[in-house]
C-alpha cells in the first residue's frame, strides 16, 4: 500500500466491501494481508479509530493499488475529535481489522450476515456475531487465519497489546501481520 497513489480520473475504482463476492480465496488473503499492514504503518497517525472495509477502496485493474479513503472533510474533524484513551484507540483500530479479516475470509460483508435490528445496534454486537463466525472463519481461511481474527476481535494472546504502546508495532506485526503473510506464501507455494 502507498501512502500516496495518483490514479486517473477515469479508472474504475471500488470499495472493498463492493468487492468483496467477485475476489477469489487467494485474493482475499492477499488483501487481508495487506489491510493489516496498513494499520500497522498507519495506525495512531493517518488511520481513522473506527473504519471498516467501505474505507478501502482498490482500483478496478489491478489489486497492487488498495488505498485508503474517506471525504477530506471528515479528515478535519478527526483532530482532537475523539475522547478514547489511545489503548481504546488500538483496540478499536484492531477490532475494525478483525472484521474486515471476517468479511474477506467468508467473501461477503458483515451486514448481509446480521439481521437488521444487529446492523443498527452497537459495534459490540456486531463484534460479539463475529467472534461466533470463527468456527466458519476457521473452515474457510485456516488456523493461523482465525487466530489472528480473534486476536483482533477479543485480544486473545495479545492481552497487553493495548496497553503497552512501546510494544504495540512489534506484537502487531508477530500477531497479526506475520501469520497473515506466511499463508499468503503458503498459498502461494513459496514457503
Avoid at 495518483?6 to 471500488?14: H, V
Avoid at 493517518?46 to 478501502?56: I, T
Avoid at 481461511?141 to 477479543?154: F, P, R
Amino acid at each position: 500500500m502507498h501512502a500516496v497513489q495518483s490514479l486517473q480520473r477515469d479508472s474504475l475504482k471500488q470499495s472493498l466491501r463492493e468487492a468483496l463476492t467477485s475476489f477469489s480465496r487467494r485474493d482475499r488473503l492477499y488483501i487481508a494481508a495487506s489491510i493489516a499492514c496498513a494499520v500497522l504503518q498507519y495506525h495512531g497517525n493517518w488511520l481513522k479509530d473506527q473504519w471498516d472495509s467501505s474505507n478501502f477502496h482498490l482500483a478496478a485493474e489491478t489489486l497492487n493499488i488498495l488505498y485508503l479513503s474517506w471525504p477530506l472533510s471528515a479528515l478535519a474533524g478527526l483532530e482532537g475529535s475523539s475522547t478514547l484513551s489511545s489503548s481504546d484507540k488500538r483496540e478499536s483500530v484492531l477490532q475494525s481489522l478483525g472484521l474486515s479479516l471476517v468479511e474477506l475470509s467468508l467473501g461477503r460483508p458483515l451486514d448481509t450476515l446480521l439481521s437488521q435490528d444487529e446492523t443498527q445496534d452497537e459495534k459490540k454486537v456486531i463484534v460479539d456475531y463475529a467472534l461466533k463466525l470463527t468456527k466458519e472463519v476457521r473452515l474457510e481461511s485456516g488456523w493461523h487465519y482465525a487466530s489472528v481474527v480473534d486476536s483482533c476481535l477479543s485480544w486473545s494472546g495479545v492481552n497487553t497489546i493495548c496497553r503497552e504502546s512501546h510494544n504495540f508495532e512489534e506484537r502487531i506485526f508477530d500477531k497479526i501481520v506475520s501469520p497473515l503473510l506466511k499463508d499468503v506464501m503458503i498459498f502461494d507455494g513459496r514457503a
